[in-house]
Every structure is written in C-alpha cells, then in structure tokens.
C-alpha cells in the first residue's frame, strides 16, 4: 500500500499529522497511521489539540474528524457527522450514550506540528 | 369471501366512516361502495365558507376522499340512492343500478329549511349547503354586479350558518341584510344580552340586521326582488339566500320503512343501529335516542361508533356528543357551550358585560355556584376551549373571579383545573388525559407531535392553543432558545445579525451566546449567515460551523462516501447533458439513480474524488443542485403547454426561471417548490413550500405544501396573478419565511403555528400589512446578483480545495474501510461492522 505514511511496523510511535494550524479552528482532520487506524485529530477554540479514533462507532464508517466540534457544560465534544452522538475530545466517551467509547490517541505537539500515537496498553 | 358494505351519502361522516372501517380492516373484509349525491367527492362542509376566498375547490378537498389508490373502495359519484329494498337488501340508485348489501350505512346528512314563503322557489333564491349551492350564488353576484353599483343580498335567519353566509356575500361584494324571526342573533347558542352586543358588532361589520321580523313575501321586481319584511319593510336585493335551519335528510329511510324520530331523523339506537338488522344511521340525518346533532363532531363519533362494530363484530355505543360552538369567520367572536340558556333547573347566571370593552361573557353554574353548567362569550372567545371542557364539572375558582377582565383568570382557566376526562379536542375525542400521557410517557415534546401520535387538533384546530398550555403545564418547556449556547430564537439571533452586521459565528457567540457553541447552534448561525449573503459557506471559519452535508457540498453516505446532484432545473434536460452525466458516473464508477425531485444523483463518490467530479460536471455545463443544503432544491415541473394537450401555461419555462432565481438561497429548512401547467396538477404543486399552478388567467400560488413525514396540502395564497406578480410574491414569501421560520421549521409548519394563520401572512405578503414588502424584496434581489456557484467557488480556490483529502497526513490515500460490491449491475456500499465500539 503506497499511501505516503512510513511504515515503521511500531504501533507506538508517533505519526506526524500536520501542523497545527493546519487543524481548523474548532474542526477536526483525518491522519491515517501506520497498520490501517485511523485518528481524528482536533482543536478546540482554545487552541487544545485532541486526538480519537476516526471511526464513528455507531455506524463503522471513518467520518469523525468531519463532524461538528462544540462544548456543553464546558465539555468539548466532536458530535458524529452521521447521527449526531456527541463523543468527549478529552476521553472518547460517549455523552448520548454512556456505555459506548471511541479510543483515544496519544497527542504530541513539537514545534507547532502535531503527533499522535496508539496508547499504550 | 368479502362482504359488501354501501354507504349512502358521502358528506363529512360517510367519509369518516369509510376512512374508519378502512383503517381497521386490515384483511380487507369489507369491499365499500359509497353512493354520492354529490358529483365530487367527500370536502370539508364546516369550512365551506372560505370557499369564497379562492373558488378553488380543491382546497375544500378532504385528503384520501376520492380513494383512488384504494381498490376496496368504489366511489360511485353524481348518482343518489333513491330506494332501499331492505328485506332483499338491496339499494337502487337515481341511475337505475341496484347494489346489494350485507350492510347499509345511511349518512345523507342534512336539507337546509326554507320556509313556505311565497316566492321562495324565484329565481334568485338560493340555499347555502354545497359547493354547487355556493357557485350559483357567485354567479347570481357577478351578474348583478355587472354594470352597477354594489348589489345587495337578503339573508333568511341569523343563526350560526345565516352570519356564515351573510359574510360570504359580503365577500362577494354584496350588501348583505340579515332577518331573524328571533329578537336576536343566533337565538339557538347565545342569550339576549349577548345578542344585543352581537348585533352591535355584526352591524359595524357591515352587515345589516332586521330582528323580531319575519319574511313575509317575496317578490320579483325587474331582475330584482323584494323581500316584504313582517314588520312592514320592504328589502330590494339581487338575491336571497335561506338559512333558516336544517332538517334531516330522512326521505329514503321512510321510504323504506325505517322508524323515524319524532322530530324528524332516522331513528337509532345508542350504537346507531335502525330497527332493521345491518341498516345503521350516522351524522347529521341520524336521531340517535331521538336527538338529532347538527355539528361535524357528534357524526364523526357516530362513524367511529359504526366502523367498529363492522370490523370488531362487538356492540360499541356513541359516546354522547360536546355541542359547544363558536363563531367562525364573521370576524367577531361568538362562543356558546353546554347549558348556555340556563335550562338545568336552579341553574344561575353569571354575567360581566362591559359595553366599553365590546365583551359580554355568561357564566352558567348549578345552584350551589360550584359546577360549570354552560355559558356565553361575545367579543373575547380566549377562555373558550378551557371552559368549554370545564363543563360538568367543579369550577376552579369563584364563577365572578373566573369572568373579571383582571381577576384570578385574567389569563384564562388554567389547564391544570382540568379534569383528566375532560375532552380537550372534541373533533377527535381526545381527553386532557390522553394528551397528557402522551408528553409524559410517549415523549411528545410539542404540538405537532401532539397533532402525530394523538390526532387532537388535527379538525377545527380549535383545541391547538390549548394543546401548548397543556405542554407547559406538563412541564414540557417550550423554550424557543436555539440551544444553551443562545437563548434566543432563530429568528432573534437572525434579526440580531441583520441588525448590527456580525459575520462570524464566534463574534456573534461571543456577544450574544455563550461557550463555544454545538452542533445545534452552528448549522443555524451558518444558514443565517449564508442567507444575508456573508459569502462562500466554506470560507473562513465558516467551515466548520456547517452541518454534515454543507460541510463538503454533498450528502455524506452511511459509508461516508458522497453523492453528487447537478442541478436540472426544471428537471429539463438535454440529450448531451445526459450523457454527459452518464460518462462522469461511468468514469469515476458511481451508482445512478433518479431522484424523486426529476433529476439525477450519483452516489458513491469519495471525499478526494468530489472536486474532480465537479470539474467535469462544470465544464458540461452543471452547477451544483444544493441537494445538500438547507437551501432551494428544486423547482418539479410538468411538461406544460408546449407539449401538453391540457396545459395553458408554460410551466417549464416558469419552473426554470424560479429555480434559476432561489439556488442557492440559504433558508431555516430545505425549500421544494413545483409547477404546473393546469388544474391536473402533475407536479404535485400543492405538496410544496411554494407551488404554483397554472391557470386560464395566469397562476395560482399555493404556499406551505409539505411532503415527507407529516403531510400537508398547501393553502391558496393567490389566484390568477401574472409572472411579475408572482415572483414578487414568491421573493416576500420566501424571505419572510427565512427571517422568521424557527431553525428546521419548514414552511409547513411555520404557516400552522404563524398567529393568525394564512390570513395573517396573506396580510404580510399581499396587502404589506406591516411595511416590510420592499425591504424583503430588495434582500431577494440582493441574492439573485449575488448567486455563485459553489462547487465552481471551490474549484477555484486552492485553501478549501485542500479539504478534500480523506487524510490531512496521506493526501493521495484512499479511506481504506470504504468497499463496494454489485447489486444490480451497480456498486453499493459494503455494509460496515461496528469495529471499534467499546461498550463498558
Ligand atoms: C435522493 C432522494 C431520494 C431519491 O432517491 O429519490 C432523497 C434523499 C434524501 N432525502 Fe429526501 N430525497 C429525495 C426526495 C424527497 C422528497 C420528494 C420530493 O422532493 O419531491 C421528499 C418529500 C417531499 C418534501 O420534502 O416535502 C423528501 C423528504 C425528505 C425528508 C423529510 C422532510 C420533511 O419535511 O418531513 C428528509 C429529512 C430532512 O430533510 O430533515 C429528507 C432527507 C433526505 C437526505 C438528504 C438525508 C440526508 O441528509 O442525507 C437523503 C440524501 C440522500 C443522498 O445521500 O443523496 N428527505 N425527500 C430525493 C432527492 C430529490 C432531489 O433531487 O433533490
Ligand atoms: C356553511 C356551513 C358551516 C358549518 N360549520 C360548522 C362548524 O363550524 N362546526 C360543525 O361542527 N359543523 C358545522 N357545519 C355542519 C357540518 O358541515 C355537518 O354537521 C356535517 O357536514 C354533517 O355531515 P354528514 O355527513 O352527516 O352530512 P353532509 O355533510 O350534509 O353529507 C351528506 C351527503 O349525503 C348526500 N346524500 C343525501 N341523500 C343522498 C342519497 N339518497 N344518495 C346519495 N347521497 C345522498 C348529500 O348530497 C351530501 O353530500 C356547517 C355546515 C355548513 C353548511
Ligand atoms: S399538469 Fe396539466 S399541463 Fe401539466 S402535464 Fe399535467 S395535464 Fe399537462
Ligand atoms: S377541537 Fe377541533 S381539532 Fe381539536
């Protein structure tokens, strides 16, 4: 598979997304990493950065870092492009269904680029 | 083997009751045959009188009535039966057939009464029942009107229907006198007290009313007539309309031996049973026990009573029936409800008439003063719908505290005083119970839900005010705050941007919001951003603010792949184009399908193919179809004159000017509108927010149409304006329903909760009630130059083009969980597995 990521074959290193400006402002982007997973990457209005898996757990489809970024009770959330279940930036947890969860990712800012990496186990 | 079930008459309640019997009879055990006086089908006789407004009478029409879908249904119109033979149990018709039956159902409803008056049968008397009876009496207005002054017309009896048809004649521009044998109006509902105020608003509404007199004699005078008044007066008109009463229409049933009540009517038990097996009576012609009910409500019961008894087998009763009225239509508000002259023995009265103010308001309680036993409302009807239910039982408060103008009720009975068997929606027997089960345990959150799952409100709409206390006492808040970012409504936040010219969300959440907004909030801003015209949805920060769709300009996929919709206005399309979409399709491997707005998406495509996609569409010619926007979609048309052996307008060519005039145009929810080029109707104009029809004298504009999950036929806004008019029209419609439309509101909706109704926005958009036309026609033209196609936009912008990538990190990399396979010679999406849900 010719994508353009290297292929470390080590699921803990770091991957580089993209600089952080480039991760618009209360949205999100797509980072594939090395074995296929999927991060969706975000900023929140102050500026945090964030990173959960990219597939929307409801309906398996990679769309999360599409969907609209917001806050409520001072919680940020991404709420999925396809039904609109809100899911924590902070933990994956999902706040319209409390018994699911989106991974979340390692995030690593060096010099105004982003990184991110699987969590250890 | 089906057993054949013939109903004779099909006014309101023969419908109701096949509507019924339908509903239930899943099986299909009942094959129906209606026999229908009347050449057109079951319509709306309570609101006969609006007919004046358009003399269209497809807007009377009751939606289903002509069964045409239904083939357990046969609607046999324009041939009466005119003989029941019930030992053989068949019916013969006026046109010789005989149909057996192994039930009848006689629902021929009502005759008006004209009294012997010499001179009734003249020509230029007429009787006010039918939409027939209606046309000739325009008829006999136009020409009396021809080349003279303002004519006049007598109307016979000043009851409930007498004002109904007094103001119509008005409407028709006529002069309209009423005489009363009583001393006063509507001497059946309301007292004398209140008859006297009655007069008194009655009179400055132009209408002339003679009491304590009756109409002797009429004679013809030329091509006139005069009506020789008991009291000496003698009446020039032109016409002369009786209303005096109603008598059941009860002929076949003695005919055929039926008992008959005392007082005329078909005489049936509490089940609506004749004395004659399988024979019932229901509505306006039945006496049921011996009383007779002239009103829509206690019929439609009948209908139920019967449809479940056909289809259960089991005996079920009618219920009894809530007689209350009110005034509708003259423009003064009339109400009267259960005991309203004080006939319970030891009944007393309770009465507040404040000449200043123009309200006469009765109170009838028991004895004791503590039961509601009826009353009488003149000039404020607001605490009607409560009272009215309030019958029968404990009043909430002191009956004097109740009817002061600034007493404990100045806002009307609380709906908490209700008993929960009280009936809230009397056209669809629905209780306060009922209604407050369905918010607490079926999750209503608002009226039209309340309208869905319950159908109260879904009649008269009489009980609809009600239906929102109800919620707020539920506890339901019925906050109009777009989410808990923004306390203000849609249309607050819009009036707020317009005003002081924010043009970014964060600006506008940092002054007038608070937090950092929500997936509620941002899609609203956006689309009222979008409508002032504060450029490309994509540029700045505007981007992220837009819902799922807008966000990439196409409609994102259970896969999270896109479909791609070029506009087709008008759904007219050449043989180039065409195949020009067929070889985009073919190139990138999208699977095609015709929509049902007459054109054509292609689905399947992912983000990084989207603008290569555009580019080739762009360059054939296409623009973007905003399929996926809160925006015009498209304009349905049919095919019209130019090729149509019916038409009489060219409908495409007006269907693709409009869509040409609104793409593009942001609004609070999608926006469909259609044309067509005669009364046949193959557009479906009348299923759209804004449908026009042609006419021989130029268009019909029908507004608030809506297809989808809660139907609506659209209401007639104008008739017979030219193409100038009705764009201008459409501009002021189309922009007032964005300034002021809730967030998702279609214009269905909207119109249904806007106070005032069709009227009102009749008086905004036509008449330019409050001032507002040129401002709301200049922002139109605002958008009209400033329209630019957003695909092409995108195209020609390297920052948003970048966007399309499925990875930030990876430009050139497919999403590697999207696959296909084939079904029907086309690619469909591979059902995705839910790999990563983690429940705990
Ligand atoms: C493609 C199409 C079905 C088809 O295969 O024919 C379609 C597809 C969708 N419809 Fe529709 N509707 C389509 C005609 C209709 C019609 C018929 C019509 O327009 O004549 C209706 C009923 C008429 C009406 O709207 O009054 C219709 C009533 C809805 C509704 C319910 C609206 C309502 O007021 O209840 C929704 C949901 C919504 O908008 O909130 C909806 C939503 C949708 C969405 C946009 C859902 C979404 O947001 O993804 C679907 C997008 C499919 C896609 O991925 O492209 N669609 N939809 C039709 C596109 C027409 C076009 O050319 O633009
Ligand atoms: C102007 C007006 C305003 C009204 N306003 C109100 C109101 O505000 N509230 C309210 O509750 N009610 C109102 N009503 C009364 C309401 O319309 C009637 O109660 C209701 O229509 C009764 O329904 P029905 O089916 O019993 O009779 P109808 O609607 O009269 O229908 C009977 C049908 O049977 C047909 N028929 C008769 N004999 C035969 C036969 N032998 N063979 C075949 N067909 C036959 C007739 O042609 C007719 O079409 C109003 C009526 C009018 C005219
Ligand atoms: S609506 Fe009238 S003009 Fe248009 S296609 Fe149908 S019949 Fe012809
Ligand atoms: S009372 Fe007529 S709709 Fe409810």
Same mark, same amino acid.
């Given at each position: 598979m010719n994508c353009g990521v290297e292929q470390t074959g080590d699921p803990t290193a770091w991957t580089r997304v993209c600089a952080v400006d480039a991760i618009p402002e209360a949205g999100g982007v797509a980072a594939l990493l090395p074995g296929g997973a999927q991060a969706a990457v975000f900023r929140d209005p102050s500026g945090t950065v964030y990173a959960l898996s990219n597939i929307d757990p409801f309906s398996g489809a990679a769309v999360l870092a599409r969907g609209i970024v917001g806050d409520t009770d001072e919680v940020p959330f991404v709420a999925s492009p396809l039904h609109k279940e809100r899911f924590d930036l902070r933990t994956g947890e999902c706040l319209d269904d409390a018994s699911v969860r989106v991974s979340s990712f390692d995030v690593l800012l060096d010099d105004g680029v982003v990184f991110v990496r699987e969590l250890g186990p | 083997m089906s057993r054949t079930l013939v109903v004779v008459g099909n006014g309101m309640v023969g419908h109701r009751l096949v509507e019924a019997v339908r509903a239930a009879d899943v099986a299909g055990d009942w094959h129906i045959v209606v026999l229908a006086e009347e050449a057109r089908p079951a319509y709306d006789r309570v609101g006969l009188s609006s007919y004046v407004d358009s003399w269209d009478a497809e807007a009377l029409a009751l939606p289903g009535a002509d069964h045409a879908t239904d083939e357990h249904v046969e609607l046999q119109l324009g041939d009466a039966a005119s003989a029941v033979d019930t030992g053989r149990k068949l019916v013969t018709t006026a046109s010789g057939t005989a149909q057996p039956y192994d039930a009848l159902v006689l629902a021929t409803g009502s005759r008006p009464f004209v009294p012997p008056v010499p001179g009734h049968d003249l020509p230029g008397c007429f009787v006010y029942r039918t939409i027939d009876d209606l046309d000739a009496i325009h008829a006999a207005a136009r020409r009396a009107r021809d080349g003279r002054g303002r004519a006049s017309g007598i109307v016979v009896g000043g009851g409930l229907l007498g004002l109904e048809a007094a103001k119509a004649l008005r409407d028709m521009d006529l002069s309209p006198h009423v005489v009363e044998m009583a001393p006063r109006l509507m001497p059946l509902q309301i007292d004398d007290g209140g008859g006297a105020l009655l007069a008194r608003l009655v009179a400055e509404l132009d209408v002339t009313v003679h009491t304590a007199t009756s109409t002797a004699e009429i004679v013809p005078e030329g091509h006139r007539l005069v009506a020789r008044l008991g009291n000496g007066t003698d009446l020039d008109a032109d016409l002369v309309v009786f209303s005096a009463g109603i008598r059941p229409r009860d002929d076949l049933a003695r005919s055929c031996g039926l008992e008959i009540a005392e007082r005329g009517g078909v005489l049936v038990d509490e089940q609506c049973r004749t004395g004659i097996a399988d024979v019932y009576a229901i509505g306006e012609c039945a006496a049921v026990q011996g009383t007779t009910y002239g009103l829509v409500a206690p019929g439609y019961a009948m209908a139920e009573a019967v449809a479940a008894q056909l289809t259960s087998g089991h005996p079920a009763t009618f219920p009894g029936a809530d007689t209350s009225t009110k005034l509708k239509l003259l423009g003064?508000?009339?109400? $009267?409800?259960?005991?309203?002259?004080?006939?319970?023995?030891?009944?007393?009265?309770?009465?507040?008439?404040?000449?200043?103010?123009?309200?006469?308001?009765?109170?009838?309680?028991?004895?004791?003063?503590?039961?509601?036993?009826?009353?009488?409302?003149?000039?404020?009807?607001?605490?009607?719908?409560?009272?009215?239910?309030?019958?029968?039982?404990?009043?909430?408060?002191?009956?004097?505290?109740?009817?002061?103008?600034?007493?404990?009720? !100045?806002?009307?009975?609380?709906?908490?005083?209700?008993?929960?068997?009280?009936?809230?929606?009397?056209?669809?027997?629905?209780?306060?119970?009922?209604?407050?089960?369905?918010?607490?345990?079926?999750?209503?959150?608002?009226?039209?839900?309340? @309208?869905?799952?319950?159908?109260?409100?879904?009649?008269?709409?009489?009980?609809?005010?009600?239906?929102?206390?109800?919620?707020?006492?539920?506890?339901?808040?019925? =906050?109009?705050?777009?989410?808990?970012?923004?306390?203000?409504?849609?249309?607050?936040? %819009?009036?707020?941007?317009?005003?002081?010219?924010?043009?970014?969300? $964060?600006? #506008?959440?940092?002054?007038?919001? =608070?937090?950092?907004?929500?997936?509620?909030?941002?899609?609203?801003?956006?689309?009222?951003?979008?409508?002032?015209?504060?450029?490309?949805?994509?540029?700045?920060?505007?981007?992220?603010?837009?819902?799922?769709?807008?966000?990439?300009?196409?409609?994102?996929?259970?896969?999270?792949?896109?479909?791609?919709?070029?506009?087709?206005?008008?759904?007219?399309? +050449?043989?180039?184009?065409?195949?020009?979409?067929?070889?985009?399709?073919?190139?990138?491997?999208?699977?095609?399908?015709?929509?049902?707005?007459?054109?054509?998406?292609? %689905?399947?495509?992912?983000?990084?193919?989207?603008?290569?996609?555009?580019?080739?569409?762009?360059?054939?010619?296409?623009?973007?179809?905003?399929?996926?926007? @809160?925006?015009?979609?498209?304009? @349905?048309?049919?095919?019209?004159?130019?090729?149509?052996?019916?038409?009489?307008?060219?409908?495409?060519?007006?269907?693709?000017?409009?869509?040409?005039?609104?793409?593009?145009?942001?609004?609070?929810?999608?926006?469909?509108?259609?044309?067509?080029?005669?009364?046949?109707?193959?557009?479906?104009?009348?299923?759209?927010? %804004?449908?026009?029809?042609? +006419?021989?004298?130029?268009?019909?504009?029908?507004?608030?149409?809506?297809?989808? !999950?809660?139907?609506?036929?659209?209401?007639?806004?104008?008739?017979?304006?030219?193409?100038?008019?009705?764009?201008?029209?459409?501009?002021?419609?189309?922009?007032?329903?964005?300034?002021?439309?809730?967030?998702?509101?279609?214009?269905?909706?909207?119109?249904?909760?806007?106070?005032?109704?069709?009227?009102?926005?009749?008086?905004?958009?036509?008449?330019?009630?409050?001032?507002?036309?040129?401002? #709301?026609?200049?922002?139109?033209?605002?958008?009209?130059?400033?329209?630019?196609?957003?695909?092409?936009?995108?195209?020609?912008?390297?920052?948003?083009?970048?966007?399309?990538?499925? %990875?930030?990190?990876?430009?050139?990399?497919?999403?590697?969980?999207?696959?296909?396979?084939t079904e029907r010679a086309q690619k469909v999406p591979v059902l995705l597995g839910t790999p990563e849900v983690s429940r705990s």
């Open positions: - | 003064v508000d009339v109400a $009267s409800f259960g005991d309203a002259h004080a006939q319970t023995e030891g009944a007393l009265e309770v009465v507040v008439n404040d000449a200043v103010a123009g309200t006469y308001k009765k109170l009838v309680v028991s004895d004791d003063g503590t039961t509601l036993l009826g009353g009488v409302l003149v000039g404020d009807t607001g605490e009607f719908n409560t009272l009215r239910t309030l019958v029968g039982r404990a009043l909430p408060d002191d009956p004097a505290a109740i009817l002061s103008p600034d007493g404990a009720a !100045a806002g009307g009975v609380g709906v908490d005083a209700l008993p929960d068997e009280a009936q809230v929606c009397s056209c669809n027997a629905v209780t306060k119970g009922a209604i407050t089960s369905a918010v607490h345990e079926g999750g209503c959150e608002s009226v039209a839900g309340l @309208k869905a799952c319950t159908g109260a409100g879904t009649g008269c709409g009489s009980c609809v005010p009600l239906l929102g206390k109800l919620l707020d006492s539920c506890g339901v808040e019925q =906050s109009t705050a777009v989410c808990e970012h923004f306390p203000q409504s849609r249309s607050e936040l %819009f009036e707020i941007v317009a005003g002081t010219g924010i043009a970014t969300f $964060s600006e #506008l959440i940092a002054r007038y919001g =608070s937090g950092s907004g929500c997936a509620i909030c941002k899609p609203a801003v956006a689309s009222i951003l979008a409508s002032l015209g504060t450029g490309h949805i994509l540029d700045g920060e505007h981007a992220t603010l837009q819902d799922t769709n807008d966000r990439h300009l196409a409609n994102m996929q259970r896969n999270g792949t896109y479909s791609v919709v070029p506009r087709v206005p008008g759904g007219e399309i +050449t043989p180039e184009k065409l195949i020009a979409i067929g070889e985009i399709a073919r190139e990138f491997d999208l699977y095609t399908k015709i929509t049902g707005g007459q054109r054509i998406d292609m %689905f399947g495509a992912t983000v990084d193919e989207l603008p290569r996609i555009w580019r080739r569409l762009v360059d054939a010619g296409f623009e973007s179809g905003h399929a996926y926007g @809160k925006a015009l979609r498209t304009v @349905k048309s049919c095919v019209g004159w130019t090729w149509c052996r019916y038409g009489v307008q060219d409908s495409v060519g007006m269907a693709v000017e409009l869509e040409l005039r609104y793409r593009g145009l942001r609004s609070p929810h999608k926006l469909k509108a259609a044309v067509s080029g005669c009364a046949r109707e193959c557009a479906e104009a009348q299923s759209k927010d %804004f449908g026009v029809i042609a +006419t021989e004298r130029g268009w019909n504009l029908y507004v608030g149409g809506n297809g989808g !999950a809660l139907p609506r036929h659209a209401d007639l806004l104008a008739s017979d304006v030219d193409s100038e008019t009705l764009i201008r029209l459409i501009d002021r419609f189309v922009m007032f329903y964005i300034r002021t439309a809730d967030r998702l509101q279609r214009t269905a909706r909207w119109l249904e909760e806007m106070d005032g109704g069709l009227e009102h926005l009749r008086s905004v958009i036509v008449d330019d009630s409050l001032g507002i036309c040129a401002e #709301l026609e200049a922002a139109m033209h605002e958008h009209v130059a400033n329209y630019v196609d957003e695909w092409n936009a995108v195209l020609s912008d390297p920052d948003k083009l970048a966007r399309f990538t499925s %990875f930030v990190n990876a430009p050139e990399a497919p999403d590697p969980t999207i696959s296909f396979r």
